[in-house]
């Protein structure tokens, strides 16, 4: 998911309020309590639970970026509830804005309400992104291209060499991102161990760039990576 345009991260800055919230909490939002959050520390997974109360996830939220932004989007007027849950698979630091006071910060200027607009829109774009992956592609190729746009939405690949994963998530929030479960992951990542494609530096995940070779040979998996991660 890509970052708030510095624009929008400003009202924040300017007007939020401080907030935490816990390792296995859920971030209200909607009519919960109408509130839009913007990250400054931690990470979140934006999913919903299916009918086998699984959380089945559409994005990870990470510093910089909004929860309960497209609640006030769609409904400007009122707080409304929608079916998508946040939650901190680490503790989370966030600036917290009212229902009514984002909708107004942005209504103060039609530039604001464009860039809103517009940063919304390409968000859509990733968590079609993420559903594509979980819904079409193996176990295997989904972690391959989570890792790859983890590294590229903090710097660029180091060709030929080893990439640390930016994001420190457990092997229970990989499987959950995946929309797979603990010991496929844990097996999977074991294998690429062995084939020296991943180790790691105390508590430091890294990846070998050979790793994503199937991804950059394939430009429809190169687009999804990339646009995970803008």
Same mark, same amino acid.
């Given at each position: 998911?890509?970052?708030?345009?510095?624009?929008?991260?400003?009202?924040?800055?300017?007007?939020?309020?401080?907030?935490?919230?816990s390792l296995g909490e859920m971030i209200p939002h909607g009519i919960e309590k109408a509130a839009v959050h913007l990250l400054t520390k931690g990470v979140v997974l934006f999913g919903y639970y299916d009918a086998g109360d699984r959380l089945q996830v559409f994005n990870i939220l990470l510093p910089g970026r909004c929860v309960g932004e497209f609640d006030a989007a769609a409904c400007p007027d009122r707080p409304v509830a929608f079916p998508i849950n946040a939650a901190c698979v680490r503790p989370v630091e966030a600036l917290s804005l009212d229902h009514c006071e984002y909708v107004s910060a942005l209504r103060s200027s039609t530039s604001l309400m464009e860039t809103a607009m517009r940063s919304c829109i390409w968000k859509h774009h990733c968590?079609? !992104? =993420?559903?594509?992956?979980?819904?079409?592609? /193996?176990?295997?190729?989904?972690?391959?291209?989570?890792?790859? %746009?983890?590294?590229?939405?903090?710097?660029?690949?180091? !060709? =030929?060499?080893?990439?640390?994963?930016?994001? /420190?998530?457990?092997?229970?929030?990989?499987?959950?991102?995946? %929309?797979s479960n603990r010991s496929w992951v844990s097996r999977l990542f074991s294998q690429w161990s062995s084939e020296g494609l991943l180790k790691k530096d105390g508590r430091m995940l890294?990846?070998? %760039?050979?790793?994503?070779?199937?991804i950059r040979g394939n430009k429809n998996l190169r687009e999804i990576a990339r646009t995970r991660a803008a």
């Open positions: 998911m890509p970052e708030e345009p510095r624009e929008i991260q400003d009202i924040f800055r300017s007007k939020g309020k401080p907030v935490r919230f968590t079609m !992104e =993420g559903m594509i992956c979980n819904y079409t592609l /193996p176990v295997e190729m989904r972690l391959r291209v989570l890792l790859y %746009s983890l590294i590229e939405a903090y710097y660029r690949l180091s !060709e =030929g060499g080893w990439n640390p994963i930016p994001v /420190p998530l457990s092997v229970t929030a990989f499987a959950t991102v995946v %929309s890294l990846v070998h %760039s050979s790793l994503f070779d199937p």
